[in-house]
């Protein structure tokens, strides 16, 4: 006979096996050297022995539940009964976890399928040079085989187009296409039934699939949600209106209830945002005036840096009067997106004023000049590593130098032969072929 | 007044063990609905389309020390190479290890000793060399030579102190990780500003089936 070893299931025995040992060794322990006999057959503490086989155990366990054994001590009694429940607490957690596992696993044999099936036919679909009608794509799908309906088979749905998408330019035909399949999947209604009826989470899922497929949800229920309680759901829809909205969704970044928190995923999020509204040819929003309206430093700092990748050369132009903020934040996201922009105008003024500016602050306008390399700042890089004090400023500066140009870097070996003996390992780390390939300035 | 000592004394270990064992499981509980949180705000797909495309996806370094461990440095190091993370570098220290654990990473990963101005911002026992790999396919792996400083700490210090990035994973180089494990430990921290540290879920990899780093079938230790 060919038995076949399951790991999953001998582990998932041997721990429910373990516990249950513990429970019944934990019975046998606090008995111990305090048992004696009592003639009603009632297990009391001060009984000499006591024999339990089989379910004696259970029945012991439901006498201490009924209060038969409310003549112990009080210190027995609450032992007894905080390590019982930690005992089932953490029984019930091991099922809970134990069936969490289950599903994660079901969902992922799930989606595999659902891919190894179908992703080929809708990419077929979605990379079409037109558009395909409800009757054709219906015929490539043959959605009749289609017989589950639970929420979690299309919940993967929704993620199998989320990778179609990640693999497609959203463009026409390709969005006709999709959205076509999905209506013909049933999955546009199912997001709109998630959406009124969901949970939280469920409608926070199916608008951030809605906005990363480009599909648009009915304004009748996205407005209750614009304005609902829970921060996240809130934020979300409103980042999903600046993505179809054609007015002026940008300016609630000014509204303060939302900006008690911005985390980092939401930095990510709204520059994956305003990467697909720029692809779109949407309009995003005017990012000197969105700046000056926002309390938060930290949004404002990140609204500079993102002028950097989508604003005007007059937009980018206008953040040089951050040079000279009080703010640090402000003043390092502008040298930052001086050199994200490589914006050449501005590197004599990021020179003028780099010695009234912190280490840090330094470091990031050096790489700003090396990012620009309008080869005129061979001098100033040289002479910012003779005077900085901060060795991680000098490294950078010598770094700086050396991948500036071929001047910089015939600079960087003059330098290097004047040097001092303690300056010779960041010449010879700067200079070493293989480390020049692996380094980047921020190893700063 | 003995006897009054003896019970004070009884009471106080009875009441630090009860809030031990409850806290324990309390903790666990918070942890469970922690991650079951967390797990769902996402669309996992989604949450690596964007962090993989992102400017401002943090780096992370995968600090791991190698104290004499000949028989398991290179499969080892490949699984942590293998990780599905765009920004990220591996920075194995080899302890002062006393087999040839160092020279299977040179051997087999095209190590050569290069110049580094090593700045101690952690102190630790000596720094040695630094290696790095001549071959394009181990650009992320750096790896250190140290004098043994005798615990794993000296030796995660010491990676700390030439690791690139500002977030760091903390293993051991016996371990296996998932290929997406880089994600699932920073996505809690992305997610929100009061996370500053995570930890994975662990299991025994003993007579497991590993294929080029990842596990591929899952067994019970045998052995």
């Known amino acids: 006979m060919n038995f076949k070893f399951n790991g999953r299931i001998f582990l998932a025995g041997s721990i429910l096996a373990l516990l249950i040992l513990a429970v019944i060794g934990l019975g046998a322990t606090y008995r111990s050297h305090t048992a004696h006999s009592s003639a009603s057959g009632e297990v009391l503490p001060w009984e000499p022995e006591i024999n339990l086989t089989g379910t004696d155990y259970i029945a012991y366990l439901y006498q201490s539940i009924k209060g038969d054994y409310a003549q112990y001590p009080w210190v027995v009694q609450i032992s007894y009964l905080i390590v019982l429940l930690c005992i089932l607490g953490v029984l019930v957690l091991a099922v809970l976890m134990s069936w969490d596992i289950y599903q994660r696993k079901k969902g992922l044999r799930m989606f595999a399928r659902l891919k190894e099936r179908y992703y080929g036919t809708l990419s077929k679909i979605a990379k079409s040079d037109r558009a395909l009608s409800h009757a054709e794509i219906e015929t490539l799908i043959n959605p009749e085989d289609i017989t589950e309906t639970s929420d979690s088979y299309r919940m993967k749905w929704i993620e199998l187009f989320i990778l179609l998408r990640a693999d497609t330019d959203l463009k026409e035909p390709s969005i006709t296409n999709i959205r076509r399949t999905m209506e013909l999947l049933g999955l546009s209604e199912f997001m709109e039934s998630k959406l009124i009826y969901g949970a939280d989470k469920e409608k926070l899922r199916v608008i951030q699939a809605a906005r990363l497929l480009d599909l648009q949800l009915p304004d009748s229920i996205m407005a209750g949600i614009v304005n609902n309680r829970n921060v996240r759901l809130h934020k979300a829809a409103r980042f999903y209106y600046m993505l179809i909205n054609k007015d002026d969704p940008y300016l609630f970044f000014a509204d303060d209830k939302m900006n008690d928190q911005f985390s980092v995923w939401e930095r990510l999020e709204l520059h994956q945002l305003f990467s697909d509204c720029h692809k779109a040819g949407k309009r995003l929003p005017s990012f000197i005036p969105l700046i000056r309206q926002l309390s938060n430093p930290e949004i404002a700092a990140f609204f500079i840096r993102e002028t950097a990748y989508w604003g005007s050369d007059a937009e980018v132009e206008s953040l040089v009067e951050y040079f000279d903020s009080p703010k640090a934040e402000f003043r390092q996201a502008a040298f930052e997106a001086m050199g994200l922009r490589r914006f050449a105008v501005a590197e004599e003024r990021m020179k003028a004023c780099f010695f009234n500016q912190s280490e840090p602050t330094r470091r990031t306008i050096l790489e700003s000049i090396l990012a620009i390399r309008s080869g005129k700042s061979i001098d100033f890089l040289q002479e910012v590593f003779e005077v900085s004090s901060s060795r991680f400023t000098k490294r950078t500066a010598l770094y700086c130098l050396w991948q500036y140009n071929d001047a910089g870097r015939a600079a960087v070996l003059a330098m290097q032969a004047k040097a001092p003996e303690e300056e010779r390992p960041l010449f010879e780390q700067i200079c070493s072929p293989v480390n020049s390939s692996r380094q980047s300035v921020s190893m700063s | ?223």
Not at chain 2, 177 to 195: E, G, K, M, S
Not at chain 2, 210 to 222: H, Q, R, S, Y
């Open chain 2, 1 to 223: 007044m003995k006897e009054y000592f003896i019970e004070f004394y009884g009471y106080t270990i009875f009441i630090y063990s009860i809030a031990l064992i409850v806290s324990y499981v309390v903790l666990i509980w918070l942890a469970k609905i922690s991650i079951r949180r967390s797990r769902t705000s996402f669309v996992e797909s989604y949450a690596k389309k964007v962090i993989d495309k992102s400017p401002y996806t943090p780096g992370v370094s995968i600090v791991a020390p190698a104290y004499n461990e000949e028989r398991t440095i290179v499969d080892n190091v490949n699984s942590l190479l293998a990780q599905e993370y765009p920004k990220f570098e591996v920075v194995i220290v080899n302890d002062g290890s006393k087999d040839s654990t160092l020279q299977k990473l040179i051997d087999n990963f095209s190590l050569v000793e290069v110049p580094f101005d090593y700045v101690e911002l952690v102190k630790t026992k000596p720094f040695k060399r630094l290696f790095r790999s001549t071959d394009p396919r181990f650009a992320k792996l750096t790896v250190v030579d140290k004098m043994n400083g005798g615990t794993k700490a000296d030796a995660v210090n010491a990676g700390l102190n030439v690791a690139a990035y500002p977030y760091f994973i903390n293993t051991d180089v016996d371990c296996i990780l998932a290929r997406d494990a880089i994600y699932q430990c920073i996505l809690p921290v992305l997610d929100n500003d009061h996370v500053i540290a995570v930890s994975g879920a662990m299991a025994m990899s003993n007579g497991c089936k590993t294929d080029k780093g990842e596990i591929i079938e899952v067994f019970p230790p045998m052995h």
